[in-house]
Protein backbone atom coordinates (compact mmCIF):
# COMPACT_ATOMS: atom_id res chain seq x y z
CA UNK A 1 0.00 0.00 0.00
CA UNK A 2 1.43 3.50 -0.74
CA UNK A 3 2.52 5.63 1.71
CA UNK A 4 0.58 8.64 2.96
CA UNK A 5 2.76 11.41 2.39
CA UNK A 6 1.24 14.76 4.03
CA UNK A 7 2.87 18.03 2.06
CA UNK A 8 2.85 21.59 4.21
CA UNK A 9 4.15 24.68 2.21
CA UNK A 10 5.80 27.65 3.09
CA UNK A 11 4.95 31.45 4.19
CA UNK A 12 2.74 33.20 1.47
CA UNK A 13 2.50 30.24 -1.08
CA UNK A 14 -0.04 27.19 -1.66
CA UNK A 15 -0.12 23.67 -1.88
CA UNK A 16 0.53 24.12 -5.98
CA UNK A 17 3.70 24.55 -4.02
CA UNK A 18 4.26 21.12 -3.94
CA UNK A 19 3.10 20.11 -7.49
CA UNK A 20 6.99 19.40 -8.41
CA UNK A 21 7.82 17.22 -6.00
CA UNK A 22 4.59 15.55 -6.14
CA UNK A 23 5.30 14.77 -10.15
CA UNK A 24 8.70 13.07 -8.76
CA UNK A 25 7.10 11.37 -6.43
CA UNK A 26 6.80 7.53 -7.10
CA UNK A 27 2.76 7.03 -7.30
CA UNK A 28 3.33 3.20 -6.62
CA UNK A 29 5.02 4.35 -3.38
CA UNK A 30 3.62 7.14 -1.96
CA UNK A 31 0.46 9.09 -1.86
CA UNK A 32 0.84 12.70 -1.67
CA UNK A 33 -1.82 15.04 -0.12
CA UNK A 34 -1.01 18.85 -0.03
CA UNK A 35 -2.47 20.76 2.15
CA UNK A 36 -3.20 24.59 1.71
CA UNK A 37 -2.37 25.82 5.32
CA UNK A 38 -5.01 28.12 6.91
CA UNK A 39 -4.49 31.94 5.43
CA UNK A 40 -3.50 30.60 2.47
CA UNK A 41 -5.28 29.36 -1.05
CA UNK A 42 -8.49 27.44 -0.38
CA UNK A 43 -8.27 27.51 3.70
CA UNK A 44 -7.75 31.37 3.77
CA UNK A 45 -10.51 33.29 5.50
CA UNK A 46 -10.20 37.32 5.65
CA UNK A 47 -10.41 38.06 8.95
CA UNK A 48 -9.93 34.66 10.78
CA UNK A 49 -7.77 34.12 13.57
CA UNK A 50 -4.50 31.86 12.63
CA UNK A 51 -2.91 30.46 15.44
CA UNK A 52 -0.44 27.22 15.84
CA UNK A 53 -3.61 25.36 17.93
CA UNK A 54 -5.84 26.23 14.42
CA UNK A 55 -3.21 24.89 12.15
CA UNK A 56 -2.67 21.49 14.24
CA UNK A 57 -6.49 21.36 14.13
CA UNK A 58 -6.54 21.92 10.39
CA UNK A 59 -3.79 19.78 9.05
CA UNK A 60 -4.95 16.63 11.64
CA UNK A 61 -8.42 17.27 10.76
CA UNK A 62 -7.77 16.77 6.47
CA UNK A 63 -4.87 14.15 6.85
CA UNK A 64 -5.40 10.41 7.46
CA UNK A 65 -4.85 8.18 10.52
CA UNK A 66 -1.40 7.58 9.73
CA UNK A 67 1.14 9.71 7.53
CA UNK A 68 4.60 10.72 7.04
CA UNK A 69 4.61 14.56 7.24
CA UNK A 70 6.42 16.98 5.27
CA UNK A 71 7.01 20.72 6.04
CA UNK A 72 8.48 23.36 3.99
CA UNK A 73 10.02 26.40 6.29
CA UNK A 74 6.48 27.44 8.03
CA UNK A 75 4.96 24.29 7.18
CA UNK A 76 8.16 22.75 8.82
CA UNK A 77 7.26 24.53 11.89
CA UNK A 78 3.52 24.04 11.98
CA UNK A 79 4.42 20.38 11.30
CA UNK A 80 6.60 20.46 14.58
CA UNK A 81 3.55 21.73 16.54
CA UNK A 82 1.28 18.67 14.72
CA UNK A 83 4.04 15.68 15.40
CA UNK A 84 4.46 17.24 19.34
CA UNK A 85 0.28 16.73 19.12
CA UNK A 86 -0.42 13.98 17.68
CA UNK A 87 3.27 11.78 17.20
CA UNK A 88 0.86 8.75 17.35
CA UNK A 89 -0.13 9.89 13.53
CA UNK A 90 3.48 10.67 12.34
CA UNK A 91 4.93 8.35 11.19
CA UNK A 92 7.57 10.09 9.89
CA UNK A 93 8.57 13.37 9.75
CA UNK A 94 10.26 15.69 7.10
CA UNK A 95 11.70 19.40 7.90
CA UNK A 96 12.64 21.37 4.70
CA UNK A 97 14.68 24.70 5.57
CA UNK A 98 12.96 25.09 8.52
CA UNK A 99 13.50 25.77 12.14
CA UNK A 100 12.36 25.10 15.84
CA UNK A 101 12.01 28.63 16.80
CA UNK A 102 14.00 32.06 18.12
CA UNK A 103 15.11 31.59 21.61
CA UNK A 104 16.08 34.90 22.63
CA UNK A 105 13.64 36.90 23.90
CA UNK A 106 15.31 39.97 22.49
CA UNK A 107 15.31 39.28 19.07
CA UNK A 108 12.26 37.07 18.84
CA UNK A 109 10.38 40.51 19.74
CA UNK A 110 12.37 42.10 17.08
CA UNK A 111 10.89 39.32 14.44
CA UNK A 112 7.32 39.94 15.58
CA UNK A 113 7.63 43.34 15.33
CA UNK A 114 9.21 43.13 11.87
CA UNK A 115 5.85 40.53 10.80
CA UNK A 116 3.34 42.83 12.29
CA UNK A 117 5.36 45.69 10.17
CA UNK A 118 4.63 43.75 7.25
CA UNK A 119 1.25 42.44 7.77
CA UNK A 120 0.13 46.39 8.14
CA UNK A 121 2.16 46.36 5.19
CA UNK A 122 0.06 43.99 3.45
CA UNK A 123 -3.54 45.25 4.75
CA UNK A 124 -2.46 49.16 3.24
CA UNK A 125 -0.14 48.81 0.13
CA UNK A 126 -0.30 47.03 -3.23
CA UNK A 127 0.06 43.58 -3.23
CA UNK A 128 2.21 43.19 -6.19
CA UNK A 129 4.67 45.39 -4.41
CA UNK A 130 5.06 43.11 -1.71
CA UNK A 131 5.54 40.49 -3.66
CA UNK A 132 8.30 41.86 -5.32
CA UNK A 133 9.70 43.13 -2.41
CA UNK A 134 9.49 39.43 -0.47
CA UNK A 135 10.81 37.98 -3.48
CA UNK A 136 14.05 40.15 -3.56
CA UNK A 137 15.10 39.25 0.37
CA UNK A 138 19.13 37.67 0.69
CA UNK A 139 16.89 34.73 1.38
CA UNK A 140 16.18 34.07 -2.02
CA UNK A 141 18.84 36.27 -4.26
CA UNK A 142 20.11 33.77 -6.08
CA UNK A 143 17.05 31.85 -6.90
CA UNK A 144 17.21 31.21 -10.76
CA UNK A 145 14.60 33.18 -12.72
CA UNK A 146 12.03 30.07 -13.52
CA UNK A 147 12.07 29.59 -9.14
CA UNK A 148 11.03 33.23 -8.84
CA UNK A 149 8.65 32.90 -11.56
CA UNK A 150 6.80 29.79 -9.94
CA UNK A 151 7.17 31.11 -6.52
CA UNK A 152 5.43 34.69 -7.83
CA UNK A 153 2.61 32.80 -9.48
CA UNK A 154 1.63 30.91 -6.34
CA UNK A 155 1.79 34.13 -4.16
CA UNK A 156 -0.64 35.18 -6.21
CA UNK A 157 -3.43 32.66 -5.35
CA UNK A 158 -3.01 34.17 -1.73
CA UNK A 159 -5.43 36.99 -0.35
CA UNK A 160 -2.93 39.93 1.48
CA UNK A 161 -5.24 40.51 3.78
CA UNK A 162 -5.70 36.91 5.10
CA UNK A 163 -2.14 36.74 4.85
CA UNK A 164 -1.61 39.20 7.40
CA UNK A 165 -3.59 37.54 9.88
CA UNK A 166 -1.17 34.40 9.58
CA UNK A 167 2.17 36.95 10.01
CA UNK A 168 0.23 37.83 13.10
CA UNK A 169 -1.05 34.66 14.39
CA UNK A 170 2.27 32.39 13.60
CA UNK A 171 5.14 34.28 12.52
CA UNK A 172 8.30 33.45 13.28
CA UNK A 173 8.33 36.00 15.74
CA UNK A 174 4.77 34.65 17.45
CA UNK A 175 6.18 30.86 17.95
CA UNK A 176 7.45 29.89 21.25
CA UNK A 177 10.10 27.37 20.86
CA UNK A 178 10.28 24.18 20.80
CA UNK A 179 14.56 23.32 20.91
CA UNK A 180 13.86 21.89 24.15
CA UNK A 181 11.05 19.34 22.81
CA UNK A 182 12.59 18.10 19.92
CA UNK A 183 13.86 14.74 22.19
CA UNK A 184 10.36 14.10 22.31
CA UNK A 185 9.74 13.65 18.74
CA UNK A 186 10.58 9.60 18.32
CA UNK A 187 9.82 9.43 14.74
CA UNK A 188 12.46 9.14 12.39
CA UNK A 189 12.97 12.54 10.87
CA UNK A 190 14.77 13.90 7.96
CA UNK A 191 16.03 17.25 7.46
CA UNK A 192 16.78 18.72 4.39
CA UNK A 193 18.38 22.17 3.51
CA UNK A 194 19.96 23.44 0.44
CA UNK A 195 23.64 24.31 -0.51
CA UNK A 196 22.87 28.15 -0.76
CA UNK A 197 21.38 28.26 2.61
CA UNK A 198 23.56 28.89 5.13
CA UNK A 199 21.38 29.99 7.75
CA UNK A 200 19.13 26.87 7.48
CA UNK A 201 21.73 23.97 7.26
CA UNK A 202 23.15 25.39 10.61
CA UNK A 203 19.62 25.23 12.24
CA UNK A 204 19.16 22.26 10.64
CA UNK A 205 22.27 20.59 11.49
CA UNK A 206 21.48 21.67 15.39
CA UNK A 207 17.77 19.91 14.90
CA UNK A 208 19.47 16.97 13.97
CA UNK A 209 21.70 16.68 16.97
CA UNK A 210 19.09 17.29 19.44
CA UNK A 211 16.73 14.44 17.79
CA UNK A 212 16.55 11.16 18.60
CA UNK A 213 16.38 9.76 15.16
CA UNK A 214 17.52 12.33 12.71
CA UNK A 215 19.59 12.64 9.87
CA UNK A 216 20.95 15.81 8.00
CA UNK A 217 20.66 16.19 3.99
CA UNK A 218 22.35 19.00 2.30
CA UNK A 219 21.31 19.45 -1.62
CA UNK A 220 21.75 21.43 -4.45
CA UNK A 221 20.08 24.64 -3.97
CA UNK A 222 18.68 27.44 -2.07
CA UNK A 223 15.94 28.26 0.38
CA UNK A 224 13.24 27.46 -2.12
CA UNK A 225 14.13 23.72 -2.35
CA UNK A 226 10.13 22.77 -2.91
CA UNK A 227 10.25 24.91 -6.50
CA UNK A 228 14.02 25.02 -7.42
CA UNK A 229 15.12 21.06 -6.56
CA UNK A 230 11.77 19.02 -6.41
CA UNK A 231 13.26 15.91 -7.00
CA UNK A 232 15.57 15.90 -3.86
CA UNK A 233 12.91 17.12 -1.47
CA UNK A 234 11.14 14.02 -3.06
CA UNK A 235 14.36 11.79 -2.51
CA UNK A 236 14.44 12.86 0.56
CA UNK A 237 11.27 11.33 1.68
CA UNK A 238 13.26 8.03 1.31
CA UNK A 239 14.17 6.28 4.42
CA UNK A 240 17.18 4.32 3.89
CA UNK A 241 20.87 5.16 2.74
CA UNK A 242 20.33 3.97 -0.82
CA UNK A 243 17.47 6.42 -1.44
CA UNK A 244 18.45 8.54 -4.83
CA UNK A 245 18.48 12.22 -4.50
CA UNK A 246 17.80 14.83 -7.09
CA UNK A 247 20.77 17.57 -7.75
Not at 165 to 177: K, N, W, Y
Not at 193 to 218: C, H, I, N, S, W
Request: proline letters at 6%.
Amino acid sequence: MPESVVLLHGFGATRRAWDGVIAALDPERYRPLALDLPGHGEAAEDGGQVTFATGVAHVLAHSPERFTLCGYSLGGRVALHVALAAPERVARLVLVASTAGIEDDDQRAERRRADHALADELERGSYEQFIERWRTQPLFAADPPEVIALAREDQRRNRPAALAAVLRGIGTGEMAPLWSRLGELTMPVTVIAGERDAKFRELGQRMVELLPDARMLVVAGGHGLPLENPAAVAGALGTGPDDKLGQ
